[in-house]
């Protein structure tokens, strides 16, 4: 086929969005809008009672004992890690792929991280390369549930016991991902959540909270969060401020009866593209692992010709993405951790070929036929 009539094939045709936000259903929006306005009226906006009642909830969703809301999941990362001790001296073991946060929020707590690469098949931490990194100062491991699959955290948690180091997982992309029927965040010492807005479950601004099964550090947590307050004016340690407000929880609230099904809708939605993109010689889906349950907050597939095919899906109106185009240790800011290009070899060739395309609760089927048909023609060629 000439590349004119290629192009061609596009045109006309609805785009296709990576993501779109406006399409959440109309009761849930108008349930938002009641459970913002209540807060409004009751003029309670800081750490309010749907704080409380959200932070109650998601715990017991999550299948943790605790969880404390805050501001965002970078701060989730960066409180739990100061609640365990860590600090300056200390390494933390980290993947290189993943959000940037995850290491920003290891070194913002003083403590410096050594990364370990990823699994081929998860694309999440390997434990026999964290077996690798550790070093007499390693006081945490922070596995990342990537794209919503959650760690091989078996293996994560023998090695952190038999070191008696902390696990603190990285949750913000895996809300109601579960390992062997386990909850994101409720086996390791923490779980950190973000509920960014294009999270799994996110909120109409930043927000984020952290669970646990231990009460002390969820205190502490709570307490560091407010300034390093319990009684008000009365400081017991330096803290940050970091308190999530009613109007998000409020939202959150509303939401999250609803993550279930939403997530549903995601796994169906990724089932789709499965069946209409296996058997692409050249194209590599993603894989489920055994016991895992994935909640495909991205759909991203493995592609040698990744940019000539992100562009070819640009031209016809199909919104894809790159996450990640640079691995962790090769962003500037770590760079004095002396890790060179090779360093992680799984990592650095995922993001050179990783694509994400469209995934949002509410895509409909005839967009995924669109977008998975365009990338058959790709390859046709
Ligand atoms: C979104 C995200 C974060 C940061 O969460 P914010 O709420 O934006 O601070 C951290 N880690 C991962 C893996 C993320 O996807």
Known sequence: MPPTQLKASGKGAQP????????????LKNEIKTAALSVLKSCHYIRGRPCVEFSE???????????????????ALFLALKAAGIGPGHEVITTP?????????????????????????TWCISPAKIEKALTPKTKAIVPVHIFGQMADMDPIMKIAAAKKIAVIEDACQAHGA????????????????????????????DAGALVTNDKELAER????????SKIKYIHDE??????????????????????DEMNNKRRAAAALYKKLLSSINGLVL??????????????????????RLKRYLDEAGIGAQIYYPVPLHLQEPFSSLGRQAGSFP??????????????????KDREIRRAAKTIRDFFKN
Do not use: W
């Open 57 to 75: 909830k998601f715990a017991s969703y999550c299948g943790a004992k605790y969880c404390v809301g805050l501001a965002s999941g970078t701060d």
């Open 221 to 228: 947590v709570l307490r560091l969060a407010d300034h390093g």
């Open 178 to 205: 579960q390992y062997k029927g386990c909850g994101a965040g409720s086996i390791g010492l923490a779980g950190c959540f973000s509920f960014y807005p294009t999270k799994n479950l996110g909120a109409c601004g």
């Open 286 to 307: 993603p894989r489920e692992a055994q016991g895992s349950r994935h909640v495909y907050h991205l759909f991203s597939v493995r592609v040698e010709q990744r940019d």
């Open 346 to 363: 799984v990592s650095e060739q995922l993001c050179r070929e990783i694509l994400s395309l469209p995934m949002f609760p509410e895509i």
């Open 16 to 27: 296709v969005p990576f993501i779109d936000l406006s399409r959440d259903d109309r009761v």
């Open 97 to 121: 792929f993943t959000f940037f946060a995850t290491a920003e929020a290891i070194a913002n707590a003083g403590a410096k991280p050594v990364f370990a690469d990823i699994d081929e098949d």
């Open 238 to 259: 330096i803290g940050v401020n970091s308190r999530l407000d009613s109007l998000q929880a409020a939202i959150l609230l509303a939401k999250l009866p609803k993550l």
